[in-house]
């Protein structure tokens, strides 16, 4: 039993990483005032251009370099258009959504001819779960041993460059000048106007800032989770993240812990995945998948305390009116 | 930053522009294939064989085509309301539940006539209350309709994931669907219906939903256009502090809007599962819901643009499988990424081109209409 609890907590870790790096993403671009339902987009991009760069160069650090710059581009497009534009922007979002789940097997098929998929990375090429220090010498410790040596020790460089994001968000949201001035242009844009800040390049900072982010998760995915880029491998993971960002209130360490929640959810699910619980029975893992989404729409109607938006936020910014 | 935009004849706003939009979302889609080795030209030579050349061809675009005239003017009915009804894929799958349960239910006790309207109005209640809740929760509890749509749709697909799997499964199946449905349940097909008059068309899944989707169409222009409820929900949509000191009541006309949306987007249900498979299954819905975004989008959210757009999309799927076997480096999810420049140039950057076609109309049309005054 000890087993299946120690490895259904690293599971948890590993399925949250793509979501934390997500939700810090929308964080910023949303509390910056601009909606960003692409983060699912962006990240699968990130994924194809990580996991193309790999198996073109070998490199990781290229793949993931590539992976941001992909994710940064996309979000530059978004940008164009909900800021300069002032464009819809969940229409936006959309637009990048689709666009990205058709590009990325369209390129892959054109590419590589496997339906969409990149050819499978060997170890050195992709990030690799490392092993902390004095992790095996902890391993026969009792209680703490296990917890460090197989739950918090064995994941990749990335999943603890997430965990590690989410104290550097909160720092800078609300410890810089820049963070103020973020969450000021998410309020109250006409204001920050007049304190002779440039609303349109603060949100762009932010903007492609959620783009860094996504490009991240999503070279998490194709090369550390994954050995490859599978067809609409993100699998809706934007939209938990985006559910997640809400849950924790547009704030980074409630948002964090939401991740956790969900990828514990997730975690759960593939476990018990046809399996019948003593006592309960079979358990109908499609609902468990479902909880995410029940949550979130169930702390957005205002049932377990009030999730508030931004207040400028979708809103764009019109100078001189 | 720029003046008051200028006011552009009717046939710039309506023709020139939205047709501008499509032609860039199209160049940027020559654009790929021309990165990946195929020659645009010849793309489009094999889309338009390969989605009119033929009778058969004809069948499949519009058969594709009627599924997003459904999703279309679902989309198109929120938008008058100021509302942006993300959710139409979930809808359409709860719709297509409502037909399934309907038909499974009374299959063997119903005579066609009876039971195919009954289906049709199943399809249409499932969809309009998938629809309401997301409705209800932003009308009354401040909750954001894009966000809940969206989670509504993953909720929708867990929900038949889980139906499909633990309640509907037939005993004796290892896949996720229905048993097949009595002939009581279906709708015919065009060709038969074609084939009682003795006229011989090719056999292709288009049946009577076509017919259903274009009667939507008439009902939505009449209920928008020239009903009380529609002027409602106009006016809403243009501009809900107005609409309130007008007396209308923008909480009513959200559920409403929504209803009609959810209900419409349900009839996806209708051309799939009654006309088509014959059976309940998973991911039936395909995409529809999201297509319909752009096809609102292209349409201008007009039934007629919905239909015009509609079968400029059935032509790309139709076109998109043949293209996809005639050029061996072009996959149909060319066709999604078309979906999604569309959805960038007719829908997020609508305005992109209208200052400088101002400019160069304003250029145009001065001296004639002899309103700049004269140097000298």
Request: net charge positive; aromatic share 10%.
């Amino acid at each position: 039993m000890d087993d299946v609890v120690i490895s259904t907590l690293a599971a948890t870790l590993r399925m949250a990483t793509p979501l934390i790096f997500c939700a810090m993403a929308g964080l910023f671009s949303e509390r910056s005032g601009v909606i960003d339902i692409g983060l699912e987009g962006k990240m699968l991009a990130g994924a194809f251009a990580a996991a193309t760069v790999a198996a073109e160069t070998g490199s990781p650090m290229l793949a993931l370099f590539a992976a941001v710059i992909v994710a940064i581009l996309l979000s530059l497009v978004h940008g164009f258009a909900c800021i300069t534009h002032r464009g819809d922007q969940v229409v936006s979002g959309v637009a990048v959504n689709i666009t990205a789940a058709g590009l990325t097997v369209v390129l892959g098929h054109a590419w590589y001819g496997r339906g969409g998929n990149t050819p499978d990375l060997a170890p050195e090429k992709r990030f690799m779960p490392v092993s902390l220090p004095g992790a095996d010498a902890l391993r026969d410790v009792p209680i703490i041993g296990p917890i460090y040596a197989n739950i918090i020790s064995g994941h990749s460089i990335l999943t603890y460059a997430a965990v590690t994001l989410v104290p550097l968000v909160w720092f800078v949201l609300y410890r810089t000048r820049f963070g103020l001035r973020l969450r000021a242009v998410g309020e109250a844009p006409a204001v920050v106007d007049t304190a002779g800040i440039s609303v349109v390049r603060l949100r762009y900072s932010a903007v492609m800032l959620a783009g860094l982010l996504c490009g991240v998760a999503g070279a998490f995915l194709s090369i550390s989770q994954n050995a490859a880029f599978q067809k609409e491998m993100t699998a809706g993971r934007g939209f938990i993240a985006l559910a997640a960002m809400i849950f924790g209130k547009w704030r980074p360490w409630p948002a964090f812990f939401a991740c956790l929640l969900f990828g514990f959810l997730d975690a759960i699910a593939i476990r018990l995945q046809g399996v019948s619980v003593p006592g309960i029975g079979h358990v109908p893992v499609p609902l468990i998948q479902a909880l995410p989404y029940i949550f979130t729409v169930v702390l957005l109607a205002g049932f377990i305390g009030k999730a508030i938006a931004p207040k400028a936020i979708g809103l764009p910014y019109i100078k001189e009116r | 930053m720029s003046a008051r935009p200028a006011q552009l004849p009717h046939w710039i706003e309506i023709g020139v522009l939205p047709i501008l939009n499509v032609l860039l979302a199209l160049i940027v889609a020559g654009l790929i294939l021309w990165t990946i080795g195929a020659n645009p030209f010849e793309a489009i030579v094999f889309l338009v064989k390969g989605a009119f050349g033929s009778g058969y061809a004809w069948g499949y675009t519009l058969y594709y085509a009627t599924s997003f005239i459904f999703t279309g003017l679902a989309v198109a009915v929120a938008f008058h309301a100021g509302l942006f009804n993300i959710g139409g894929e979930g809808q359409a799958v709860i719709g297509g539940l409502g037909a399934g349960v309907v038909a499974l239910a009374f299959d063997h006790i119903l005579p066609a006539p009876i039971l195919v309207p009954l289906a049709i109005l199943a399809s249409c209640v499932f969809g309009a209350a998938w629809a309401i809740v997301p409705a209800y929760l932003q009308a009354y509890r401040g909750s954001h309709i894009v966000i809940t749509t969206i989670m509504f749709n993953f909720l929708a697909a867990s929900l038949m994931v889980y139906l499909l799997v633990d309640v509907f499964r037939d005993a004796g199946q290892m896949s996720t669907q229905s048993r097949t449905f009595t002939e009581a349940a279906t709708l015919p097909e065009i060709a038969a219906v074609f084939g009682w008059f003795g006229i011989k068309i090719p056999s292709t899944p288009l049946n009577l939903s076509i017919v259903w989707a274009l009667i939507c169409c008439a009902l939505v222009t009449v209920f928008i256009w020239r009903s009380r409820l529609g002027y409602e929900i106009r006016a809403t949509g243009l501009s809900p502090r107005a609409a309130i000191y007008a007396g209308i009541k923008p909480a009513h006309v959200t559920l409403i809007a929504m209803a009609i949306s959810g209900a419409l987007a349900g009839c996806v249900g209708v051309n799939e599962i009654l006309g088509v498979q014959h059976r309940l299954l998973l991911e039936f819905v395909a995409g529809a819901g999201f297509t319909g975004i752009a096809v609102a989008l292209m349409g201008r959210n007009h039934p007629f643009g919905i239909i015009l757009a509609s079968i400029l999309f059935g032509a790309l799927y139709q076109g998109g499988a043949e293209l996809a076997f005639e050029i061996p480096t072009v996959t149909r999810e060319m066709i999604i990424t078309i979906q999604g420049l569309i959805i960038l140039f007719s829908g997020a950057l609508a305005y992109m081109n209208r200052p400088w076609v101002e400019r160069i109309y304003l250029w145009l049309a001065a001296p004639r209409a002899g309103e700049v005054p004269s140097h000298g």
